[in-house]
């Protein structure tokens, strides 16, 4: 395990994990190209998953810099590492939704509680065009770029999960990304919350231990996956609002939600759903913690932490 432990949580979920098992921590910076090829050049790796990354949008704006160190020329060190000392080495790289820019230019209509997109109702699949919006947009694009054409160019089997909207137990998350975990910590602490857009925008989520199986997998199907981006989320019937999550959270802790408005985020997606088509065709992958259920998870584990 390599990291820097910057994120919010890092070093508790490293204290977690040594309390499971052994395994050797490397304390070191993706932007350090030294940090990078030491790593590859003492552990020679056999599979690499890339997880590091400046994640929040609204961080990107504030310091567009070291969003672009992170993410963009920190994944250039690590491939560049990778094709210099372990050529043959599986890189997994986890993306983004939002190398597909806001996605205006497809039609949308608007319920009572959602957005839904007219051209796309079983989700985005991976042949909308690249648009990258935003420094974060850019910074993850660039990496997700890099992955493909490193595979093209000089065969490193890099696979690419652009993600939609991940959660689970252990996620310490922030106004600024994790929105499931974020809101739920809210309602629980009974505070009102300001939300921005109207709240009918929609995101498909998917269970961490959901998402770990599929890393996982990669290595056995690497054949067919490698140089390939796929679109990752929970599908249409893991979608859900941020008004939707509400009622959903009233129920389940029956607790009375008050929320304000604000301007959407620059360049927000009203809709992303992740379209699975392709990612189905190359491994055999299944869900198996739904919306509800994964929500209840994530509200006992915020409880425990609370």
């Known amino acids: 395990?390599?990291?820097?432990?910057?994120?919010?949580?890092?070093?508790?979920?490293?204290?977690?994990?040594?309390?499971?098992?052994?395994?050797?921590?490397?304390?070191?910076?993706?932007?350090?190209?030294?940090?990078?090829?030491?790593?590859?050049?003492?552990?020679?790796?056999?599979?690499?998953?890339?997880?590091?990354?400046?994640?929040?949008?609204?961080?990107?704006?504030?310091?567009?810099?070291?969003d672009f160190e992170v993410n963009a020329l920190g994944t250039f060190n690590l491939l560049d590492s990778v094709r210099k000392h372990k050529s043959d080495a599986i890189v997994v790289y986890s993306s983004t939704n939002k190398v597909y820019g806001d996605l205006e230019q497809y039609s949308y209509k608007e319920n009572a509680t959602r957005y839904i997109c007219d051209d796309f109702i079983d989700g985005f699949d991976e042949n909308v065009p690249l648009d990258f919006h935003s420094p974060y947009g850019c910074s993850k694009g660039c990496g997700d770029t890099y992955m493909l054409d490193f595979y093209r160019i000089f065969g490193v089997r890099s696979v690419v999960f652009r993600h939609s909207s991940m959660y689970g137990g252990?996620?310490?998350?922030?106004?600024?990304?994790?929105?499931?975990?974020?809101?739920?910590?809210?309602?629980?602490?009974?505070?009102?919350?300001?939300i921005s857009g109207n709240g009918k925008q929609v995101r498909d989520i998917l269970?961490?231990?959901?998402?770990?199986?599929?890393?996982?997998?990669?290595?056995?199907?690497?054949?067919?996956?490698?140089?390939?981006?796929?679109?990752?989320?929970?599908?249409?019937?893991?979608?859900l609002s941020i008004i939707e999550l509400f009622e959903i959270l009233e129920e389940l802790t029956g607790i009375e939600i008050l929320y304000s408005t604000n301007p959407s985020r620059i360049s927000d997606q009203k809709v992303f759903i992740a379209n699975l088509t392709k990612l189905k065709k190359h491994m055999p992958f299944s869900i198996k913690i739904n919306k509800i259920d994964g929500i209840k998870k994530m509200i006992e584990w915020v409880r425990e932490i609370r």
């Not at 390599?2 to 932007?31: H, M, P, Q, T, V």
């Not at 996620?171 to 602490?189: C, D, H, K, P």
Request: glycine share 8%; charged share 20%.
């Open 1 to 66: 395990m390599f990291d820097n432990l910057y994120r919010k949580g890092s070093s508790e979920n490293l204290a977690f994990l040594k309390s499971k098992g052994d395994f050797e921590f490397c304390y070191g910076d993706i932007r350090n190209k030294n940090d990078i090829e030491n790593i590859i050049l003492t552990h020679k790796p056999d599979i690499i998953y890339h997880l590091s990354g400046q994640v929040a949008m609204t961080t990107s704006l504030l310091n567009p810099q070291l």
């Open 170 to 194: 252990r996620q310490f998350a922030t106004s600024e990304q994790g929105w499931i975990g974020y809101f739920i910590n809210e309602v629980l602490n009974k505070r009102k919350i300001n």
């Open 207 to 239: 269970y961490s231990s959901d998402m770990a199986r599929l890393y996982l997998q990669v290595p056995k199907y690497i054949d067919k996956m490698q140089g390939n981006a796929y679109n990752i989320g929970g599908g249409v019937e893991n979608s």
